[in-house]
C-alpha cells in the first residue's frame, strides 16, 4: 500500500515527464561531448551521454529538451532530489553571507550543527563526534587514521566486492582493478582483503560467512596487528550485495572482542537511501565508526566521519583536516537535506519505492531465469543477471540492457564485479508514476534483449 508522502519536486517547475524528442545523444548534448573529448582527461568517462541542463524530482533534462527517467541520483547522491527547494534555498542563503573561512582558520556555527546533527542520527547512543571533509575517499582515508591513532595499530582488512574510494589508500581498500586501480599501484601497505558475505554466490549462512573471514583474519594478521575493519552494509560498486543475516553483527562482536574498530563505510547506503537513515540500523549493528557522504547534503560535495567520541579524540590537535572540509555552504545544504530526510517521511518512502521494484522484478523472475536475483533495500535495489544453464555473469546482457534503457530515455547505472548488475538508486522525490514508467523500460528492454 502507498502512503501518501507530499515530497517537492524543486526545480523550475521542471515536468515530472519522460519526454524524448531527439535521439540520444541529441545535437547539442553531442556538442557537448565533442567538447568534452577535446579538452577532458579521456581518463573521465560517462555512463550517459547527454549533456544535463536541469534536473528536480525525478528527471534529467538534457541540452535538446529531452527529459530523462533519474534512476541512478547521480549515484545515490540527489537523495533529496537534485534541486530540492530547501537545499536551492539554504545554499543560495549561506553563499550570501560567506562561502568560505576554512574551518581550521575561523570556525562557525554550521559545521558545528551537522557534527552535531550526525552525532544524533548515526546508530548507537553513545558518546559522539564527527569530522567533516569533503569526499567519500576523504572520510574513508579519515576513518583509517582515527583507527591506526586510537589502537596503535596499522592493518586494515576490507573484503571481496568492497568499494571505499579512488585515492590511493582507498584503492588499495577498493577490490575491483579495472577501471579503479589498474596500473595505479603500488597501493598502500597494511591492506588485506578476506570474503565477506554473498549469500547468492557462497550459500553461507551469516555467522558461517563471518566465521570464515574472522579465521583468516586471525590466521593472517592477527587481531593485536589489526587496527580496523572496513565494510560497506550493503556493498554499493561491488554489487550491491545484501550480506546474509547475522553476518555482520558477528564481525562487530568479533571487532569489539579484540578491540578492532570496526567502519561501517555508509557513503552509498547512508542517509535514507536504505529505508532506514543508516542501513547499519537493518542489521541492528552499532558501528564504531560511520563514513558518510553522498546523499549527505543534496548534491554539494560534503562528507563525515562519525564514531565513538574516545576514538574520535584520540587523534592529536590539528591531525585532521583539510582546507575546505566542512565547507560551510555545503554545510548548509546538508542541514537542509537532513530536515527534509527527517521532516519528509523519506526513509518511508525508500521503502515504498524498495516495494514497487522488488514485486515488479520478482514477478518478472518468474518468467526469466537470467535473472539470478533481485535484492537490495529500500531504494537501493539489484537485479543481478547470469547465464540460467552454467551460472556465469552475463555482464554483456546487463550493458546491453542499460543502454536500451538510457536511448529509450531512462537513466539506468550497472555495478558489480563482474559488471553484471543493474542497481536502481532513484531520487526518493521520484513519484510512483514516474518510478513504473521507469521499471516498465527496464522490463521492456529485457524482454527485448
Ligand atoms: N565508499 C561505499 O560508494 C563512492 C564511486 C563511483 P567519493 N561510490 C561511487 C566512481 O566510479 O568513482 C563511494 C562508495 C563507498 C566510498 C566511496 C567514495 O566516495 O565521494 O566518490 O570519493
Not at 534536473?55 to 534541486?83: C, E, K, P, R, Y
Not at 573484503?159 to 595505479?184: E, I, Q, V, W
Not at 561491488?238 to 546474509?244: D, E, K, Q, R, T
Amino acid at each position: 500500500m502507498t502512503v501518501d508522502i507530499a515530497v517537492p519536486l524543486g526545480g523550475p517547475a521542471l515536468r515530472q515527464e519522460r519526454r524524448l524528442v531527439t535521439s540520444i545523444p541529441g545535437p547539442r548534448s553531442q556538442e557537448l561531448l565533442d567538447r568534452k573529448a577535446a579538452a577532458v582527461s579521456a581518463g573521465v568517462g560517462h555512463a550517459v551521454p547527454v549533456a544535463a541542463v536541469a534536473a528536480g524530482g525525478g528527471v534529467v533534462v538534457d541540452a535538446d529538451g529531452n527529459s530523462l527517467i533519474d534512476l541512478g541520483s547521480g549515484i545515490a547522491v540527489t537523495t533529496v532530489g537534485a534541486a530540492h527547494p530547501r537545499v536551492v534555498e539554504a545554499i543560495s542563503a549561506q553563499a550570501a553571507q560567506f562561502t568560505h573561512t576554512c574551518f581550521m582558520i575561523s570556525p562557525y556555527e554550521q559545521y558545528v550543527a551537522v557534527a552535531e546533527a550526525l552525532n544524533r542520527l548515526t546508530p548507537g547512543d553513545h558518546a559522539k563526534k564527527s569530522a567533516l571533509f569533503n569526499s567519500g575517499s576523504e572520510a574513508v582515508e579519515n576513518a583509517v587514521k582515527i583507527a591506526r591513532t586510537h589502537t596503535g595499530r596499522s592493518a586494515v582488512v576490507a573484503f571481496d566486492h568492497a568499494y571505499h574510494g579512488r585515492t590511493n589508500l582507498t584503492m588499495a581498500l577498493t577490490a575491483k582493478s579495472m577501471p579503479y586501480k589498474s596500473g595505479f599501484g603500488p597501493f598502500a601497505p597494511e591492506i588485506y582483503r578476506v570474503p565477506g558475505s554473498y549469500p547468492l554466490h557462497d550459500g553461507l549462512s551469516g555467522p558461517d560467512a563471518a566465521a570464515r573471514a574472522i579465521g583468516l583474519i586471525e590466521k593472517q594478521i592477527g587481531a593485536e596487528n589489526l587496527a580496523a575493519v572496513i565494510i560497506e552494509p550493503i556493498q554499493g560498486e561491488g554489487g550491491f550485495v545484501v550480506p546474509a543475516d547475522g553476518f555482520l553483527n558477528a564481525v562487530v562482536d568479533w571487532c569489539t572482542a579484540n578491540d578492532v574498530v570496526f567502519i561501517a563505510d555508509e557513503v552509498q547506503s547512508g542517509f535514507a537511501r536504505t529505508g532506514a537513515m543508516f542501513a547499519s540500523e537493518l542489521f541492528g549493528i552499532v558501528p564504531d565508526l560511520v563514513t558518510t557522504a553522498k546523499g549527505i547534503a543534496g548534491g554539494m560535495p560534503l562528507a563525515a566521519v562519525t564514531g565513538r567520541a574516545e576514538m574520535m579524540d584520540a587523534v592529536h590537535r590539528s591531525g585532521l583536516g583539510g582546507t575546505y572540509g566542512g565547507n560551510p555552504v555545503a554545510c548548509a545544504a546538508a542541514l537542509a537535506a537532513i530536515e527534509a530526510y527527517e521532516t519528509d517521511g523519506l526513509a518511508t518512502r525508500a521503502q515504498q519505492i524498495g516495494d514497487r521494484i522488488r514485486a515488479r522484478f520478482t514477478a518478472a523472475q518468474q518468467d526469466d531465469p537470467r535473472i539470478a536475483d533481485v535484492r537490495g533495500r529500500g531504494a537501493m535495489m539489484a537485479l543481478e543477471f547470469a547465464d540460467p544453464v552454467t551460472g556465469a555473469p552475463d555482464g554483456a546482457l546487463t550493458a546491453a540492457i542499460a543502454s536500451a534503457c538510457i536511448a529509450e530515455g531512462v537513466i539506468v547505472l550497472t555495478c558489480g564485479t563482474y559488471g553484471n548488475v543493474i542497481r536502481f538508486l532513484p531520487p526518493l522525490s521520484i513519484d510512483d508514476a514516474l518510478l513504473d514508467e521507469g521499471l516498465g523500460v527496464v522490463a521492456a528492454a529485457l524482454a527485448a534483449h
